[in-house]
C-alpha cells in the first residue's frame, strides 16, 4: 500500500519515496577508481587476479558489476527496514515514520568499512541517511565481498538454486493471498551483452564453460548443454546449465517470450531441456555468482526433441488454451507451435503436401496447390519436397519472381547457400492484387463434403496414416480426384482436426499480438481442412489479417465464405475501410470506429531532411485545416498502473527507466526474433547513432504484405526467410529506439471513454496508468512549441492506433510539427529542445 500510495506522486526511484530517501537508491554505476579501492581491498585474491588480467572496458563493466552488488544489498536493507517498521501503522502516520525512519542521523563507522563508505559517499548515497548500515557493511565485509565473482561447487550452487525455487513458489502463494504486497523486483541491466549473434547456431564452434571468460562474449561459439535445476522466475528466468564436461554454470535469461508466470517457466524451461547459448556474455550477477546473462532470445536456442514425446498434442494445446484465455498471448503462441512440432503432427503435414502435389498434377492454375504447400510448411518449415512443391505453384501461377525468392528460401531454410535474391515484385505481382488472387479459388467450405462423412466411418478401421497411404496409391495410379479426396479425408480425422483448431487459435494469438501476416498464413492454413465447428472463426481471423494488410478486395473476398453475423458484419465495414485507405478518417468522431476497423494510411506527406533536426515530415501539397494525414498502428504499447510503479525497474547507466519503457523495450526483444516485419521497421527508425540518417518511403513504416519481401502464404519469420540478420535485436538498441522515438503519456480509468492521450480538449486528471507506445511513421513528427497537427487515438479507449489531424493550413513544402510535452524540463532533458 505504502509503495503504491507514494508511487502516484510521480517522484519515485525503485518503490521508495525520491524525497524522502534519493541518495540511498541512487547508487551511480560509476567506473570510479572508487569500487576497485573496494574490491582490492575485499574481494578474493582470485578475483583481484581476473580484474588485472581484463581489458579497460572489461574492468570498467566488473566494477559496475560490483556496485550492483552493493546496491541489491543496500535495497534489501531498507526493504526489510520498512517492512518491519511499517507493518500494521496506519495511513496517517506513515509518512512521519518514514521520514524519521530515513533521517539524516550521526554514525560513526568501523575504520575497516572506510574504503566501502567512502565508494558508497562518492557514488552519491548519503549513508547517513540509511537505517542499520552498520550491520549491512559488516555482512558486505565478512559475507558477501569476500566471495563474489567467486565460482561456486555444482553442489551448492544446485542447493542454492532449489532452495530459492521453493522460496520464489511460497512467494507466489503469498502474493496471490495478498496482490498488494510490497516486492522489489529489479534488475541491474548496465552489465550485459549489448549485441546479437547474427550467426546460424550450428556454424557456430562447441565451447565448454571453462572456455568462458569474465565480462566477455565468447565471439565464434556456442556452448551446449542441459538444464539441472528447475527454473525460476524472478524479474528473468534462473536456472543452471551443465555442460558435457559435467561443468555447471548459473544461467539468467531475459526476455523469453511466453515466460511471464512460473507456471510457464516450468513448462517453457523443464530440469533435462537440451539448450543451446550463442556467443555466452559471462558477468557476475546481482547476486554476486559468475552467471551467462541471456537478454536476447535469439541467442539461445531450445532443443525440444528429446521432451516433445512426453506431453500428448491435446494436452500441450489445452496448455495453450488456457494461456491465450488468461490474455498471456505469447505464451500461447508458444504452447501452440509447441504442439505443431509433435511427432502426431507429422502425418498431417505428409497429406497436405502430398495433396499439393496432386492438384499440381492436374489442370488448375496453382491456386490450391499453393495453398497446401504454405500450410505443410508452417507444419514442417525444413521439409524440402513441401519447399519444391511451393516453388512450383508460384511457377505455375506464372509469378517468377516469386518463386526465385521462394527458391531462395528453400535453399537457406535447408542449410544450404545462395546469392541474395532481392526481389522486387512486378505489376502482376502486387501483394494485394496476389492476395485476391489467391484467395479467389474455391472456398473451403466447399473443399470435398464427403470427407467428413467417409471420415467417421473409415477411422474406425483406418489410421491417418493408413488414409494416407491409400490416398498416395490413388496418386500414383493417376486418379487424382480420388487422391485429393482421399487426402482431405485424412484430414477430417480426429487429430487433423487437432492441428486445424491449433492454427486456427495460432492465427487469432498473432492478431492479439500485432502479427497480421502470420494471422494470415495460420489461418490460411487452417482453412484447407475440411469444414468444422471452428470454420466460421477462422474465416473472420483470415479477413481481419487481409484488414490490416489492406488486401481489402481478398478480405471482402475471404469474408463471404461465412454466413456467420460476425463476418457478414465485418464484410459490410470493408467499403468503409476502403474509404479509410484512401482518404484517412474525416474527423476526430470518425476515428472513434473500433481500431480493428481501421487501416493504416498516409495522405499528402513525405519524409524529407529537415536543418537541424534530421527527419521529418513535410506537405506534398497544401493541406485544410482538420484533415486527417496519418494513421498508424503501433509496434509496441505497454502500460502499467502506477501504483504498481514500484515492482519493476531497469536501472541502465545512471538512468532509471519507468516500468512501462521496461515493458516495451523487453516486449521488442521478445518479439523481434520471430517477428521480421517488425524487424524491418525497427531498422529504419533512428537509435541515437551519429550514423547518416537515409531519407524511406513512409509507407515502408507501415504494416503490408510485401514489407517483409516474404513468399505468400507464409509467417514472417527469419527461420523461414532465411535472414540470420534478422535474428535478433540487443535489449540496448531496443531501449534506444525507444527513448528517441516513443510516445509517453498517463490516464484515467474513470468510465470507459477515459482519455489517454494528452489534448487540448481535455481537463487535467489525476493519473493512474502509465502507457509507452512506439508509431514507427508518426516518431519522424518533429516538435514545434507551435505545432500545425495534433494525435487522436484511433478508436475509443485503445492505444494501440492512432490518427493525426491538421490544426491549421499546411503549406506545400511546410513541415508537419505536433507538440512533445508542455513541460520544459522533459522538453529539455530527453530531446535536448529548448523551447523560445
Not at 152 to 176: G, Y
Request: glycine content about 6%.
Amino acid at each position: 500500500d505504502l509503495c503504491g500510495r507514494l508511487s502516484s506522486s510521480g517522484r519515485l526511484i525503485g518503490g521508495l519515496a525520491k524525497e524522502i530517501c534519493p541518495p540511498a537508491l541512487s547508487i551511480a554505476m560509476s567506473k570510479n577508481h572508487v569500487w576497485q579501492v573496494v574490491l582490492e581491498k575485499h574481494c578474493h585474491t582470485s578475483v583481484r587476479q581476473k580484474f588485472g588480467a581484463l581489458g579497460t572496458s572489461a574492468q570498467s563493466l566488473m566494477l559496475d558489476a560490483l556496485a550492483a552488488t552493493v546496491d541489491r544489498v543496500l535495497k534489501a536493507t531498507l526493504h526489510a527496514a520498512i517492512k518491519s517498521n511499517l507493518a500494521g501503522v496506519e495511513d496517517a502516520d506513515k509518512d512521519r515514520l518514514m521520514q524519521e525512519l530515513f533521517s539524516r542521523q550521526p554514525r560513526t563507522f568501523p575504520p575497516s568499512s572506510r574504503e566501502l563508505v567512502d565508494a558508497l559517499r562518492h557514488t552519491g548515497v548519503e549513508v547517513e541517511c540509511i537505517p542499520g548500515l552498520e550491520g549491512t557493511l559488516n555482512n558486505l565485509m565478512t559475507q558477501i565481498l569476500p566471495v563474489w565473482g567467486m565460482p561456486s561447487s555444482k553442489d551448492s550452487l544446485l542447493t542454492r538454486l532449489r532452495q530459492h525455487h521453493l522460496q520464489r513458489k511460497q512467494h507466489d502463494l503469498e502474493l496471490r493471498d495478498n496482490p498488494k504486497m510490497m516486492q522489489m523486483l529489479e534488475t541491474t541491466s548496465a552489465v550485459r551483452k549489448d549485441t546479437c549473434s547474427r550467426v546460424d547456431w550450428r556454424q557456430l564452434r562447441s565451447a565448454s564453460v571453462r572456455d568462458l571468460s569474465l565480462f566477455e562474449a565468447l565471439s565464434g561459439a556456442r556452448l551446449d548443454g542441459i538444464l539441472v535445476v528447475m527454473p525460476t522466475l524472478t524479474v528473468g528466468v534462473l536456472t543452471a546449465l551443465e555442460d558435457c564436461n559435467g561443468e555447471v554454470i548459473q544461467l539468467g535469461l531475459y526476455n523469453m517470450p511466453g515466460a511471464n508466470t512460473q507456471v510457464n517457466v516450468e513448462r517453457l524451461l523443464p530440469e533435462g531441456t537440451r539448450l543451446s547459448v550463442l556467443e555466452p556474455f559471462l558477468k557476475v550477477m546481482a547476486d554476486g555468482v559468475p552467471s551467462i546473462r541471456i537478454d536476447n532470445p535469439a541467442d539461445v536456442v531450445i532443443h525440444k526433441d528429446a521432451l516433445q514425446h512426453q506431453t500428448s498434442l491435446d494436452e500441450v494445446k489445452r496448455v495453450g488454451n488456457a494461456a491465450f484465455g488468461g490474455g498471456n498471448f505469447e505464451a500461447a503462441v508458444v504452447n501452440w507451435e509447441e504442439a505443431l512440432s509433435h511427432p502426431d503432427v507429422d502425418q498431417v503435414h505428409l497429406l497436405l503436401s502430398s495433396r499439393a502435389q496432386a492438384h499440381l498434377a492436374g489442370d488448375g492454375g496453382g491456386e490450391e496447390a499453393l495453398r497446401d504447400a504454405a500450410a505443410a510448411l508452417i507444419l514442417r518449415p525444413r521439409d524440402q519436397k513441401a519447399w519444391l512443391r511451393f516453388v512450383d505453384s508460384l511457377r505455375r501461377m506464372g509469378l517468377q519472381c516469386l518463386a526465385a525468392r521462394a527458391e531462395f528460401c528453400m535453399r537457406q531454410s535447408l542449410g544450404g547457400t545462395c546469392a541474395h535474391v532481392e526481389v522486387r515484385p512486378g505489376e502482376s505481382e502486387v501483394p494485394e492484387q496476389l492476395m485476391s488472387r489467391v484467395f479467389e479459388v474455391t472456398p473451403p467450405a466447399q473443399l470435398p463434403q464427403v470427407a467428413a462423412g467417409e471420415a467417421q466411418c473409415a477411422e474406425r478401421h483406418l489410421s491417418i496414416e493408413d488414409l494416407r497411404m491409400a490416398a498416395d496409391s490413388a496418386y500414383k495410379s493417376g486418379d487424382l480426384d480420388i487422391a485429393i479426396e482421399k487426402y482431405s479425408t485424412g484430414l477430417a480425422t480426429p487429430s487433423a482436426v487437432l492441428v486445424m483448431q491449433i492454427l486456427s487459435n495460432l492465427a487469432a494469438a498473432s492478431l492479439k499480438l500485432g502479427r497480421p501476416q502470420d494471422a494470415l498464413a495460420f489461418a490460411a492454413a487452417a482453412l484447407r481442412f475440411p469444414p468444422g465447428s471452428s470454420n466460421d472463426k477462422t474465416v473472420l481471423r483470415l479477413g481481419q489479417a487481409l484488414l490490416q494488410l489492406r488486401c481489402l478486395d481478398a478480405a471482402a473476398k475471404a469474408l463471404s465464405w461465412s454466413a456467420a453475423k460476425e463476418c457478414k458484419a465485418l464484410a459490410e465495414e470493408v467499403p468503409k475501410c476502403v474509404v479509410r485507405a484512401h482518404c484517412g478518417v474525416s474527423s476526430e468522431q470518425d476515428s472513434e470506429a473500433s481500431a480493428s476497423l481501421f487501416v493504416e494510411f498516409v495522405g499528402p506527406v513525405e519524409v524529407a531532411l529537415i536543418e537541424g533536426k534530421g527527419r521529418g515530415l513535410k506537405a506534398i501539397h497544401s493541406i485544410a485545416p482538420g484533415e486527417c494525414i496519418l494513421i498508424n498502428r503501433s509496434l509496441v504499447s505497454e502500460t502499467v498502473d502506477e501504483t504498481q510503479e514500484g515492482t519493476l525497474r531497469q536501472r541502465h547507466g545512471k538512468k532509471i527507466m519507468d516500468s512501462s519503457h521496461s515493458k516495451a523495450a523487453s516486449v521488442l526483444v521478445r518479439n523481434v526474433a520471430r517477428d521480421l516485419a517488425l524487424r524491418r521497421r525497427l531498422e529504419m527508425l533512428y537509435d541515437a547513432n551519429k550514423g547518416e540518417l537515409q531519407l524511406i518511403p513512409i509507407r515502408s513504416l507501415l504494416q503490408h504484405l510485401d514489407l517483409t519481401n516474404m513468399p505468400p502464404l507464409l509467417p514472417a519469420q527469419a527461420s523461414l526467410v532465411g535472414d540470420q540478420s534478422a535474428a535478433g535485436l540487443s535489449i540496448g538498441r531496443a531501449e534506444h529506439i525507444l527513448e528517441m522515438n516513443c510516445f509517453g503519456h498517463t490516464w484515467h480509468t474513470a468510465g470507459d471513454n477515459a482519455p489517454w492521450m494528452p489534448s487540448k480538449k481535455t481537463a487535467p486528471l489525476t493519473p493512474s496508468k502509465k502507457t509507452t507506445s512506439l508509431y514507427p511513421a508518426v516518431s519522424l513528427l518533429n516538435h514545434s512549441c507551435h505545432p500545425n497537427a495534433e494525435l487522436v487515438p484511433a478508436g475509443p479507449n485503445t492505444r494501440e492506433m492512432t490518427a493525426v489531424f491538421t490544426l491549421r493550413d499546411i503549406a506545400q513544402g511546410e513541415e508537419i510539427t505536433i507538440s512533445y510535452s508542455e513541460d520544459k524540463e522533459v522538453l529539455k532533458s530527453k530531446w535536448g529542445i529548448s523551447p523560445s
